[in-house]
């Protein structure tokens, strides 16, 4: 039977009306149902009065026992306990009252779930219940909190990026730039503002004058494009066809879910610059993993014409000017002319560079990580296994592009940094998986696990905790050469 209903109440009163003295069918005691918890009944008793109690003390009675928003009115009520009223009036009014209390109640519940967008927690009223872990007392004060939509976004620190910036300009500005100040300041990040600037002058392609800086640029710029028109003809001869033709193969293969070098313009200035390197370099030629390496200088130089760094990636590159374009092309070849001339050892023939920069990898774990160092020679993988890959391309298939460029600021700031501090930077790579390495049980589990690192999460936070690690190994083996020389 519902909480209130025209039938006679059956509880021994056979007048089948309310009985004085005991719970009053109008006051606001929780009710059982869908948004109530149990009825409590009013315990007998103490309760009950004498069938001569006054109808005034009955009233008084109950007003005692409830709280409720009815307290605020007390004069009111003491004058409605001398009203004389019929029991079935005060039945049904209870009654109404009740359930205009219960409907406002729902519908304020539902409004707040909408207004909140709230739907873990259900409806009381639905027939299946709440999930786990979202119980809620619908008829007490607790509010779900307001739901937030994910933003994927960079935490900033607007003071201190300013200020960053503002360093960055002065050394800049000057007219002589201070080398070891800019070198100083790099090492824990370039902000994009300056980043392009900061990159031409740390690799040697800027010079540190600011009055020779424009005059440079335009020589340098001039001289690549004669070059263009002196070779670039030559490409399909026969002497020079197979380099081209790995060339083209290699550069739709690029990262491959990059938007922007899937751009035919995009493919072509890298077939210009690789082609052109390869030309004036024949020593070693084109080798495959070369193309990656344009692709930071490439990037950082095309957000100097773009507004949002996060669009590079995505950018339309056609939208740009020839002449913008032309100046992109030029600065990416002269700086990665640059940074291969530090490491061409590695694209010689039978890339000897990176035959010793495996070995002494090899060696440095022994020494930091012996534990790991045994478990990867249990199963028989080799290091030239995984990480002919980290010095060929320089990590760059490891970790987002985003990373390659913060990880970059810190190379371009360190003396050889390409060449020497790249090497405690994979051993700082390959510690910092060691726990997940050594869970893997068999070599092919170990190989899978190396080739896919879960690393596409990461931001600048992951690669300064990576470099910290690096400047530690640098700090304890770079000045003792002879703790990485394998004794017998």
């Not at 690549?224 to 290699?250: A, C, G, P």
């Not at 002269?334 to 990176?354: E, M, R, V």
């Not at 045994?374 to 970790?399: D, Y």
């Not at 990576?466 to 400047?471: D, S």
Request: hydrophobic residues 35%.
């Amino acid at each position: 039977m519902s909480a209130f209903s025209n039938e006679p109440l059956k509880d021994g009163n056979k007048s089948g009306f309310w009985k004085k003295g005991g719970g009053f069918p109008g006051s606001i005691k929780p009710v059982y149902g869908a948004q109530h918890p149990p009825l409590q009944m009013m315990p007998r008793g103490k309760e009950e009065r004498s069938k001569g109690s006054s109808k005034k003390d009955a009233f008084r009675d109950f007003e005692n026992k409830t709280s409720d928003a009815w307290d605020d009115g007390d004069d009111d009520l003491l004058v409605m306990a001398n009203i004389q009223m019929s029991m079935r009036d005060v039945q049904s009014t209870a009654k109404a009252v009740m359930e205009n209390h219960s409907k406002q109640f729902s519908a304020q519940n539902q409004q707040n779930a909408i207004k909140d967008h709230v739907t873990a927690v259900p409806s009381a009223t639905l027939s299946h219940g709440a999930g786990p872990g979202v119980g809620v007392r619908m008829n007490s004060a607790w509010k779900p909190p307001k739901s937030t939509p994910i933003r994927f976004t960079k935490e900033v620190v607007p003071d201190r990026e300013a200020t960053k910036l503002e360093k960055f300009r002065s050394v800049l500005a000057g007219p002589n730039t201070d080398l070891d100040e800019l070198r100083k300041l790099s090492w824990s990040g370039i902000p994009k503002a300056v980043r392009a600037t900061a990159w031409k002058i740390l690799s040697g392609y800027l010079p540190a004058s600011v009055d020779r800086r424009e005059p440079t640029l335009q020589r340098k710029r001039h001289e690549y494009f004669s070059f263009i028109e002196q070779y670039y003809d030559t490409r399909h001869q026969e002497m020079h066809q197979d380099t081209f033709r790995q060339i083209l193969k290699d550069i739709p293969r690029m990262t491959s879910l990059a938007h922007l070098f899937q751009q035919k313009v995009v493919q072509e200035i890298f077939e210009r610059i690789l082609y052109i390197w390869a030309i004036r370099h024949p020593a070693s030629g084109y080798v495959q993993g070369i193309n990656d390496l344009v692709t930071p200088f490439f990037v950082v130089f095309l957000s100097e014409f773009i507004e949002n760094d996060v669009e590079s990636e995505n950018f339309d590159v056609s939208l740009l000017p020839k002449e913008a374009l032309n100046t992109i092309e030029a600065d990416s070849f002269w700086c990665t002319s640059k940074l291969l001339d530090g490491i061409q050892d590695n694209y010689t023939f039978a890339q000897p560079g990176i035959q010793m920069k495996v070995n002494a990898l090899k060696e440095l774990i022994k020494r930091i990580d012996v534990p790991l160092y045994r478990h990867l020679e249990e199963q028989c993988v080799e290091f030239l296994q995984f990480s002919f890959r980290w010095m060929n391309n320089l990590l760059m298939r490891e970790i987002p592009l985003r990373c390659t460029i913060r990880l970059w600021d810190t190379y371009q700031a360190e003396e050889n940094g390409f060449a020497d501090f790249h090497l405690y930077v994979c051993a700082a790579f390959l510690v910092r998986f060691t726990q997940d390495i050594k869970r893997e049980q068999d070599f092919q589990g170990i190989l899978m696990f190396l080739q896919n690192l879960p690393t596409h999460h990461w931001q600048n936070k992951e690669i300064g905790e990576l470099l910290a690690e690096a400047y530690k190994l640098k700090y304890m083996f770079a000045d003792a050469p002879n703790h990485l020389s394998k004794k017998k």
